[in-house]
């Protein structure tokens, strides 16, 4: 690493301090968000007091003249998030860092969470520039991927592990014509 990247690295993390500090809440609450930004993905964090988790949305926009695009990352920090309503189900594979497998589990498609705090990200990698603000709604609907997030990152709260069934309780199909299938043994 050279001196003007270090240099770079630097100016980065006092930005960070300065812009966490302007929200005027604990520090640690946004560890979630910090995590997110960084090595991407849904994280939470709990203390004895408090809680908050962040909930990562993605965005592609694409011009098909210029055959280029970007795709913009929205993070959602919730500080102390609250279920207000779930609405049907999915059942989908998931990974967590605290298991080797993922493992089946069922999440609502539809979240209503509302928040003490809800702050969002916006990071744009076509101008390069993280747009961070605290929203005055604090209640928000997520749908899809990030109501997957929000419900997995949640349960990692209430109950610490994920539960789910592994995968090594699915069985192997072969497709060996159109409608014509033989289980593998």
């Given at each position: 690493m050279?001196?003007?990247?270090?240099?770079?690295?630097f100016?980065?993390?006092?930005?960070e301090?300065?812009?966490?500090?302007?929200?005027?809440?604990?520090?640690?609450?946004?560890?979630?968000f910090?995590?997110?930004?960084?090595?991407?993905g849904?994280?939470s964090?709990?203390?004895?007091?408090?809680?908050s988790?962040a909930?990562?949305?993605?965005?592609t926009?694409?011009?098909?003249d210029?055959k280029?695009?970007?795709t913009?990352e929205?993070?959602?920090?919730?500080?102390d998030?609250?279920v207000?309503?779930?609405?049907?189900i999915?059942?989908?594979?998931?990974?967590?860092?605290t298991?080797e497998?993922?493992?089946?589990v069922e999440r609502?498609y539809?979240?209503t969470?509302?928040a003490?705090?809800?702050?969002l990200?916006?990071?744009?990698p076509?101008?390069?520039?993280?747009t961070?603000?605290?929203l005055k709604?604090?209640?928000?609907?997520?749908?899809?991927?990030?109501?997957?997030?929000a419900?997995?990152?949640?349960?990692?709260?209430?109950?610490?592990?994920?539960?789910?069934?592994?995968?090594?309780?699915?069985e192997y199909?072969k497709?060996?014509a159109?409608?014509?299938?033989?289980k593998v043994?």
């Amino acid at each position: 690493m050279d001196a003007k990247e270090i240099r770079a690295i630097f100016k980065f993390s006092v930005q960070e301090k300065n812009i966490v500090s302007s929200f005027e809440t604990q520090e640690e609450l946004f560890l979630p968000f910090l995590l997110s930004l960084k090595s991407g993905g849904s994280w939470s964090y709990a203390s004895a007091e408090t809680k908050s988790i962040a909930v990562k949305d993605v965005i592609t926009y694409y011009d098909e003249d210029s055959k280029t695009g970007y795709t913009l990352e929205k993070i959602y920090l919730f500080i102390d998030p609250e279920v207000i309503k779930e609405e049907w189900i999915v059942r989908r594979l998931e990974k967590c860092g605290t298991h080797e497998e993922r493992e089946l589990v069922e999440r609502p498609y539809s979240i209503t969470m509302k928040a003490k705090k809800v702050i969002l990200a916006e990071v744009n990698p076509e101008i390069r520039k993280i747009t961070i603000r605290e929203l005055k709604k604090k209640s928000i609907l997520l749908k899809g991927t990030p109501a997957y997030s929000a419900a997995h990152e949640l349960e990692h709260l209430e109950k610490g592990e994920i539960e789910g069934i592994p995968l090594w309780n699915f069985e192997y199909i072969k497709q060996l014509a159109k409608n014509e299938y033989k289980k593998v043994e």
